[in-house]
Nanobody, 125 residues
Framework: VQLQASGGGLVQAGGSLRLSCAAS????????LGWFRQAPGKEREFVVA????????TYANSLKGRFTISRDITKNTMYLQMNSVKPEDTAVYYC???????????????????WGQGTQVTVSS
């Protein structure tokens, strides 16, 4: 599976941004797709995950309500809608995919087999 993340950029605090992750290479049936982020000097942090089949989601508690994951099955693309962004949301955002991931492990980076290249999100105060 190849993943291409896009949509990052500079946004003011309180604004919105939508990230995209286009997947190619194989069918995503049975896969879990996730968004992670990594700020400078910090560990990679789980944002949200979605089971491609069925669309069930798991959010990081701290981000639930501001961030929303969605998908377009026809385009094999996952999205992350980021609203009411804060300076602490500044990070490189990565999309990831893995098969056979149980829900309780969907927030663990090592559960995922494939990673996109990341897209930078910078929130100015």
């Amino acid at each position: 599976v190849q993943l291409q993340a896009s949509g990052g950029g500079l946004v003011q605090a309180g604004g919105s941004l939508r990230l995209s992750c286009a997947a190619s290479g194989r069918s995503l049936g049975g896969y879990t797709l996730g968004w992670f982020r990594q700020a400078p000097g910090k560990e990679r942090e789980f944002v949200v995950a979605m089971k491609w089949t069925g669309g069930s989601t798991t959010y990081a508690n701290s981000l639930k309500g501001r961030f929303t994951i969605s998908r377009d099955i026809t385009k094999n693309t996952m999205y992350l809608q980021m609203n009411s962004v804060k300076p602490e949301d500044t990070a490189v955002y990565y999309c990831a995919a893995g098969s056979g991931i149980i829900t309780s492990m969907s927030g663990v980076p090592s559960s995922y087999h494939y990673w996109g290249q990341g897209t930078q999100v910078t929130v100015s105060s």
